[in-house]
């Protein structure tokens, strides 16, 4: 007798789960610029001295020893998003968006 991978029942909820979630999918990548945007005082963006505005970065704060004149969140490898945004999703704060002028101590430059 030859043995299916599936059975007829798994492959049925299988292919209604992937239909029920690529709809959110779609939608969760073309809607980024609905996500919240971080808040400077949530704890992870205060731990890592983030900032909306680089201009209002604390220079004598010793987590702001790295920081060099240029640098923002529009030019560190860790934005996503639409480069023509304001405010753009983070790989270090998911489900938020971060401004474009900022700036967090975790700054790397892009490739
Ligand atoms: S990791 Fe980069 S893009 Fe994200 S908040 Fe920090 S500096 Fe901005």
């Not at 029920?20 to 945007?37: H, I, K, S, T, V």
């Not at 920081?67 to 704060?93: K, L």
Request: proline letters at 9%; aromatic letters at 10%; a negative charge.
């Amino acid at each position: 007798m030859k043995e299916f991978p599936l059975t007829r029942r798994q492959f049925i909820r299988s292919a209604a789960l992937a239909g029920a979630a690529g709809p959110l999918l779609l939608n969760g990548q073309a809607r980024a610029e609905d996500l919240p945007r971080l808040s400077e005082d949530d704890p992870a963006a205060r731990a890592l001295l983030y900032v909306h505005d680089v201009a209002d970065l604390d220079l004598n704060n010793p987590m702001a020893a790295r920081f060099e004149p240029g640098q923002d969140c529009s030019n560190c490898v860790f934005i996503e998003g639409d480069p023509a945004a304001d405010w753009r999703p983070c790989t270090y704060f998911p489900g938020k968006l971060v401004s474009n002028r900022g700036w967090c101590a975790i700054w790397a430059p892009q490739g």
